[in-house]
T-cell receptor
Framework: DAKTTQPNSMESNEEEPVHLPCNHS???????IHWYRQLPSQGPEYVIH???SNVNNRMASLAIAEDRKSSTLILHRATLRDAAVYYC???????????????FGTGTRLTIIP | DVKVTQSSRYLVKRTGEKVFLECVQD?????MFWYRQDPGLGLRLIYF???????EKGDIPEGYSVSREKKERFSLILESASTNQTSMYLC?????????????FGPGTRLTVL
């Protein structure tokens, strides 16, 4: 299974942009890149996903390297409510689509400094 | 909105007891998952089910079993609870048919085995 590597922790000041990196050097052509986050005392929630092109939604942006071996989750203006653990996950939608599992690593714990 | 509910937020059991953790989703999702989350280890998949009465082992199935008699309900069973099964247990569900369908998580059950 393709794996991802993320820093254990990061800090950012409130109202500044945050760039959360993820390395996935063994990514395959059928792997989608998903990001989830887990707020304190809650289950993880979906943030964004992408395949090859950069993606934007109301929560964040996802920048994917041209060779797809890395990606960056961008929070444009961090608030205190963005303090969470962020998980970068690969989802293989190839031949086993529908029965595939997501493998969560340990993620990046993001601390927002007021 | 998708809702995934878990029967208890907190549970305390004794070593050797049989423990049932229940999960119910209201979006007619085919896939359901059980994870455990421990400090420093992230989320680890115990079992998942891609249809009624269908199940597959995840990464750490030892000491656990599951039951999926109805589409909306997925139960995790600890046949004889042990102290090393003290953990946060998270249930999730996911629909089929959409390549980028996301996984929705419940709030978690914090189980303590004494």
């Amino acid at each position: 299974d393709a794996k991802t590597t993320q820093p254990n922790s990061m800090e950012s000041n409130e109202e500044e942009p945050v760039h959360l990196p993820c390395n996935h050097s063994t990514i395959s052509g059928t792997d989608y890149i998903h990001w989830y986050r887990q707020l304190p005392s809650q289950g993880p929630e979906y943030v964004i996903h992408g395949l090859t092109s950069n993606v934007n939604n109301r929560m964040a942006s996802l920048a994917i390297a041209e060779d797809r071996k890395s990606s960056t989750l961008i929070l444009h203006r961090a608030t205190l409510r963005d303090a969470a653990v962020y998980y970068c996950i690969l989802r293989d939608v190839g031949s086993n689509f529908g029965n595939e599992k997501l493998t969560f690593g340990t993620g990046t714990r993001l601390t927002i400094i007021p | 909105d998708v809702k995934v509910t878990q029967s208890s937020r907190y549970l305390v059991k004794r070593t050797g007891e049989k423990v049932f953790l229940e999960c119910v989703q209201d979006m007619d999702h085919e896939n359901m998952f059980w994870y455990r989350q421990d400090p420093g280890l992230g989320l680890r998949l115990i079992y998942f089910s891609y249809d009624v009465k269908m199940k597959e082992k995840g990464d750490i199935p030892e000491g656990y079993s599951v039951s999926r008699e109805k589409k909306e309900r997925f139960s995790l069973i600890l046949e004889s609870a042990s102290t090393n099964q003290t953990s946060m247990y998270l249930c999730a569900s996911r629909g089929l048919g959409v390549v980028t369908d996301t996984q929705y998580f419940g709030p978690g059950t914090r189980l303590t085995v004494l």
